[in-house]
């Protein structure tokens, strides 16, 4: 009889764990919510392609004005 007692307590353990499990597995699933717009102006400029051109034409003239000195 003991041993009866024994398996259905662990049985009934066992039960409501995995209850509570799959209630808690549930409740985190969610549905996704994925918004993708890549025409988005989020007022990053350097994202922008222009803005590293000018960027490394001026680097560069400045780069050459530096180098060139005043070679008389």
Same mark, same amino acid.
């Given at each position: 009889?003991k041993?009866f007692?024994?398996?259905s307590w662990e049985?009934?353990?066992?039960l409501?764990t995995?209850? @509570? ?5 549930f ?6 919510? =994925?918004d993708?717009?890549?025409n988005?102006d989020? %007022?990053?400029? @350097?994202?922008?392609?222009w803005?590293w051109i000018?960027?490394a034409?001026?680097? =560069?003239l400045?780069l050459?004005a530096?180098?060139? %000195?005043?070679?008389k």
């Amino acid at each position: 009889m003991k041993k009866f007692l024994t398996l259905s307590w662990e049985r009934s353990v066992l039960l409501i764990t995995f209850v @509570f499990t799959s209630i808690y597995s549930f409740a985190q699933d969610k549905g996704l919510d =994925i918004d993708i717009d890549i025409n988005k102006d989020d %007022g990053n400029m @350097f994202a922008k392609p222009w803005v590293w051109i000018v960027g490394a034409a001026v680097f =560069i003239l400045l780069l050459v004005a530096l180098l060139r %000195g005043n070679k008389k």
